[in-house]
C-alpha cells in the first residue's frame, strides 16, 4: 500500500485529503462523488480520519482500482495480455516441433507462480490479542446513513475446508458487531459458507482471517468467480508472475499474506448467527437484516504506519465497474471453452453485473441462443443473472451502447423470448422468494421483417391514458429503428400486469412498454433508467408478453403485488453532508450535472439529484 500510495502520487493520480474528515459518511460520500466523475478520477488519500471528534492515526485509501488505466497499473500488465496468459494455459497442445516444446515448457513453468509460499520469518507486527483487540483502532466507514454500523468492504477473508483440502480467499462485508466481533455476509453460492456447513455439521468452530491492505491485487482476486477448491491466491501469482508470499497467523491454523497491512484473525463459532444489516450495497439498493455467522477476533495486527483499504459501493457507476470489468475479460477464454458458438460477452456498470448480459454468439444451428442462454443460468456465478440479450458476429462491439442498441431493436425477435426460473444472487430484491426468481433471454440475431409504425410521444401517451388512466408521462426510445420502445411514467394504484392485455392495440406502434413510478425516474435517463428496471423486475411475475408486444412492470412491489418481501430503500446520499463538503470544496458543487445525471441524493421534492 505504502508503495503504490507513493507512485500513484508520483503519477498525478492520487488526490490527498489532509483535512480532518470523519469516517461516518463524510469519506464514503467524498469518494462515492469521486468515482463517478469521468473515467472513474482519482485514487483518494484520506490522512487524518476521525471518528466523531476522535482522530484516528491510520489513513484511509479509497478508489484504488477506480479506472482502467489505474488498474492496469496496478497489475503491471495489460487486461489483454492477462486473457491471452490465461489463453494459452487453457490451449496447451501436444507440441509438433521443438519451438513448439519450447513454449509448453514455458508455459508450464509459469504454473509454479500458481503456489502460494509459506514464509517462516514473517514480519514484526504491533500485535493485540484477546481483551487487547480493539475494532475501534481502525477508520471503519459507516457509508449509508441507513447502515447498520461501520462495515470492512475491502476486506480479505480466508478460510480453509473443514477436511484442510482446500484454501479459499473471497471479498465479503463485514459488519462491526462490537470492538472484537464481526458479522460475515458470505452469501449462500460463496465457498466460505459452503465450508461453514461442513463446521456446523461436525459442531466445530471454523478458523477465519481477514486481511487487509498489502498487494492491491489480493483484494481483486477475492472476488474472482474461480471454482470451488481453487485458491484465489493461484490466481495472483500467474498475473503476478511471482509465487503470493504468506505469513502463518498466530491463533489459529490459516496463513495470510506477508505483507498485509492490517490483519484480524479468529473463529467462527458454528451454532451462532445474528442478524447483520441493513447495508446499502452494489447494486445501488440496502440489503435487509439477515442472519450470518459471526467472527471472534482473538488477535490483530499492524504493520509499520498501515493504510486501511476501503470502497464505497452503491449506484453505478462506481469503482467495482473497473474490478467487474477485468473480471470479465479474464474469464472470457474459459467461458468460451464451455460454451460453443460464444464470441463475446458483456455486462454493463448500470445492470449491476448479475442484473444484465450482452452476448455475441456465431448460430450454427436452431436454438443456439437458448442453448447457451441455459449454460450461462447453469454456470458458477453466471447463473445469478437475471436477463440476458443475445446478438449476433454482425453486430457492434457490445460497448458501443448506442450502436449495439440500435442493432438489437432492429433485430429483436420476441417470439425467441425464452423465460425461466433460477438462483438469483442473494441481494436481489425483486424476487418473490429469496435468491429464487425469474430470469429472461431475448434474441436479436436476425433483421426484424416487419417495422413498427411509430406515433409521436404525445400522441402514443393519449392512447395510452385511455386504456390506463395512471399513466402520467412518456418517453420513446429508438423511434428510427423496427422496434420502438417507450418508458412510461405511471402513479399506481392497482396492479398493472393485468391490465397489459388490454393494450394489446398498441402493438402496431410500439414493441416495448415499460413502465416506472413517475416520481422516482427521469423518463429522459437512460442510464439510470436501465440500472432501476433491471434492478426492479422479476421476469415471471412482472412481463406479460404476447409477440409483437411486451409490457413491463419495473415499478416498485409491495402489498399491491402480492411482494410480502421488504422493499429496500436506495442508497443516495445525505444532503445535509453533501452541502457541508461542497461549501469546503472538496466535492463539486450540488449545481453539478453529475448529481442528477447518477441519482446522488434524493432532494425534498421527490426528484433524485439536483
Known amino acids: 500500500m505504502q508503495k503504490l500510495v507513493a507512485k500513484l502520487k508520483e503519477r498525478g493520480d492520487l488526490r490527498v485529503f489532509d483535512t480532518p474528515l470523519d469516517i461516518c459518511l463524510e469519506i464514503p460520500h467524498i469518494a462515492y462523488i469521486e468515482a463517478k466523475k469521468p473515467k472513474g478520477g482519482q485514487a483518494l488519500l484520506f490522512t487524518q480520519p476521525k471518528r466523531g471528534n476522535t482522530p484516528l492515526d491510520i489513513p484511509v485509501f479509497m478508489n484504488v482500482f477506480g479506472s482502467i488505466e489505474r488498474l492496469e497499473f496496478i497489475i503491471n500488465r495489460s487486461i489483454e495480455d492477462c486473457q491471452a496468459q490465461l489463453e494459452s494455459l487453457l490451449n496447451l497442445q501436444k507440441p509438433k516441433s521443438f519451438k513448439d516444446l519450447v513454449h509448453l515448457v514455458k508455459d508450464l513453468c509459469k504454473l509454479r507462480f500458481s503456489l502460494p509460499q509459506i514464509c517462516k520469518n514473517p514480519p514484526q507486527r504491533q500485535v493485540f490479542q484477546g481483551d487487547q483487540v480493539d475494532l475501534n483502532k481502525l477508520p471503519i466507514l459507516t457509508t449509508w446513513e441507513h447502515d447498520a454500523a461501520p462495515f470492512i468492504t475491502m476486506g480479505q477473508i480466508y478460510t480453509k475446508s473443514f477436511d484442510g483440502k482446500h484454501h479459499n480467499l473471497g471479498l465479503y462485508r463485514l459488519q462491526v458487531q462490537g470492538k472484537n466481533r464481526l458479522g460475515l455476509h458470505w452469501q449462500i453460492h460463496k465457498d466460505a459458507n459452503h465450508f461453514f456447513h461442513a463446521y456446523q455439521k461436525a459442531g466445530a468452530k471454523m478458523p477465519v482471517s481477514v486481511a487487509i491492505g498489502g498487494d492491491a491485487l489480493y483484494t481483486w ?17 500467474l498475473i503476478r508472475r511471482k509465487r503470493a508470499k504468506l505469513a502463518p497467523c498466530l491463533t489459529n491454523p490459516l496463513a495470510v499474506p506477508m505483507d498485509a497491512d492490517i490483519v484480524l484473525e479468529g473463529w467462527v463459532g458454528a451454532e451462532r448467527l445474528e442478524m447483520e444489516g441493513p447495508f ?50 479474464l474469464f472470457l477464454p474459459l ?74 431493436l432492429d433485430h429483436l425477435d420476441l ?34 421483417p416487419h417495422p413498427k409504425t411509430p406515433l409521436k410521444d404525445l400522441e402514443l401517451l393519449a392512447r395510452l391514458k385511455e386504456l390506463m388512466p395512471q399513466v402520467q408521462d412518456l418517453r420513446q ?105 461542497a461549501k469546503k470544496g472538496l466535492i463539486p458543487p450540488l449545481s453539478d450535472p453529475l448529481y442528477h445525471k447518477y441519482h446522488i441524493y434524493h432532494s425534498p421534492k421527490g426528484a433524485n439529484g439536483a
Open 221 to 237: 482476486c477475492g472476488q474472482a468467480p474461480l471454482p470451488y477448491g481453487v485458491f484465489e491466491l493461484a490466481l495472483y501469482g
Open 280 to 329: 446499502g450495497d452494489h447494486t445501488g439498493f440496502y440489503t435487509p437484516k439477515e442472519p450470518y455467522p459471526v467472527l471472534e477476533v482473538q488477535a490483530m495486527h499492524l504493520k509499520d504506519n498501515p493504510i486501511y483499504l476501503a470502497s464505497v459501493v452503491g449506484k453505478p457507476p462506481l469503482e467495482d465497474k473497473y474490478m467487474g470489468y477485468f473480471t470479465e475479460r
Open 335 to 408: 467461458l468460451k471453452k464451455s460454451a460453443h458458438g460464444l464470441l463475446d460477452y458483456h455486462m454493463p456498470e448500470n445492470g449491476v453485473f448479475h442484473n444484465l448480459i450482452l452476448a455475441q454468439i456465431a448460430p450454427s444451428y436452431p436454438g443456439h441462443a437458448h442453448q447457451i442462454m441455459h449454460h450461462f443460468w447453469g454456470t458458477g456465478q453466471m447463473s445469478f443473472v437475471k436477463h440476458a440479450i443475445f446478438v449476433g458476429k454482425n453486430a457492434p462491439k457490445l460497448t458501443d451502447y448506442p450502436a449495439l442498441f440500435r442493432h438489437i
Open 415 to 448: 417470439s425467441q423470448s425464452l423465460f425461466s426460473q433460477g438462483v438469483c444472487d442473494a441481494l436481489d430484491h425483486a424476487s418473490p422468494t429469496y435468491a429464487f426468481g425469474g430470469k429472461l433471454g431475448l434474441v436479436a440475431l436476425e433483421p426484424t
Open 477 to 581: 426510445y429508438g423511434l428510427e429503428s423496427k422496434n420502438p420502445i417507450a418508458l412510461v411514467g405511471v402513479a399506481k394504484t392497482t396492479p398493472l400486469v393485468p391490465l397489459f392485455h388490454g393494450l394489446e392495440s398498441l402493438a402496431p406502434f410500439v414493441s416495448a412498454l415499460i413502465f416506472v413510478d413517475s416520481h422516482k425516474n427521469d423518463l429522459n435517463n437512460p442510464y439510470m433508467l436501465l440500472w432501476r428496471v433491471v434492478n426492479n423486475i422479476d421476469a415471471h411475475r412482472d412481463i406479460w408478453l404476447n409477440p409483437p408486444l411486451i409490457c413491463i412492470d419495473a415499478t416498485d412491489k409491495g402489498a399491491l403485488e402480492g411482494h410480502m418481501r421488504e422493499w429496500p430503500k436506495e442508497t443516495d446520499c445525505s444532503l445535509s453532508v453533501l452541502e457541508s463538503l
